[in-house]
């Protein structure tokens, strides 16, 4: 049982828990499987999920970003305020990913130039962001959006557009990682630095990538999310950056990095969603869907170190 443990990847087991979770579901309440309840978690797991896929990205590289959390909230404000003063809604649009590229920026300067630890400047950067995002918006609420704000997050193609909008990131993301040197840079960079460095590679460059797509996606998280919920709070994606760090970690993500794939971050979306969403259908207190879900963090982190050993002979 051990070596089977130690064989599987990651993904296995977090994919098979969450059918057998939708299994047990589906015959515990009527409610799980009907059409609504289906297209209300495609559309949750979908923001949660452009965000993971960002933030997985810098764990590929050893890195880490705290800071998306607060950058949907802010990019979110800054985008519902333009669309409030009548900006057009694509240039509004532009404006707000220019500026979650422009945090991404300024987080790999911090850290690729100045020295300065990701996890102290991402830090920094939860406090910043939600403190502009409070100062943009006064504190307050931002209502009174054009109704074509909600037409995009509320539509639907055969499947909510919500949907198709990370499936289209997921799968631009996976080719970057998977059929570009980039995306080899950033696995090698995250497995050893100084021997990619000593190659000649421009790791200030793939941490520039890293970062600016976290920042990016969290960006375009913060418009989805408006346009889902037709408003916007200085408080929303409270948390963002935790679920986020979360569903790339239980995806198969390794916090020591080298290790991470598009696929590990959605399943790991859906089954944290998903987990949500049974606490709400079974009326189980929310308290303890937290710690199940610190549980499972650590039981995935326990199987990572299996296949660690295994692949290092221990």
């Not at 297209?39 to 810098?58: E, F, H, K, L, P």
């Not at 995250?190 to 421009?202: D, K, V």
């Not at 890293?210 to 989805?224: D, H, P, Q, R």
Request: hydrophobic letters at 55%.
């Amino acid at each position: 049982m051990r070596s089977l443990l130690r064989r599987l990847p990651i993904e296995t087991y977090v994919i098979s828990f969450t059918v057998a979770l939708w299994i047990a579901l589906s015959l515990a309440t009527p409610n799980f499987l009907t059409e609504s309840n289906i297209s209300n978690m495609m559309r949750q797991t979908s923001i949660a999920a452009i965000v993971a896929i960002g933030v997985m990205c810098t764990i590929v590289i050893a890195g880490i970003d705290l800071s998306v959390g607060s950058v949907v909230a802010f990019c979110g404000v800054l985008f519902a305020q333009m669309c409030a003063h009548g900006l057009a809604l694509p240039l509004a649009a532009l404006i707000t990913l220019a500026a979650g590229l422009l945090v991404g920026a300024t987080n790999a300067f911090a850290i690729g130039r100045l020295g300065i630890p990701a996890f102290i400047v991402t830090l920094a950067g939860l406090q910043v962001y939600r403190g502009l995002a409070l100062l943009l918006s006064g504190g307050m609420t931002v209502g009174g959006l054009p109704p074509s704000v909600k037409d995009f997050a509320r539509g639907t193609t055969i499947l909510p557009n919500l949907f198709w909008a990370m499936l289209a990131v997921g799968v631009a993301v996976h080719y970057l990682l998977r059929y570009t040197r980039t995306g080899r840079y950033l696995y090698a960079m995250g497995s050893n630095a100084e021997a990619t460095r000593r190659q000649g590679i421009n790791t200030f460059r793939i941490t520039m990538v890293a970062y600016v797509l976290s920042s990016s996606l969290a960006a375009l998280a913060g418009i989805l999310l408006v346009s889902r919920l037709s408003i916007a709070s200085p408080s929303m994606a409270n948390a963002y950056e935790l679920q986020a760090i979360a569903a790339a970690v239980v995806g198969g993500a390794s916090l020591f990095g080298g290790r991470g794939t598009v696929l590990g971050a959605v399943v790991g979306a859906v089954l944290f969603t998903t987990m949500s969403n049974a606490a709400v259908l079974l009326s189980v207190d929310p308290f303890w869907e937290m710690v199940l879900e610190g549980l499972l963090i650590a039981l995935v982190v326990y199987l990572d170190n299996l296949q660690k050993r295994r692949q290092s002979g221990g």
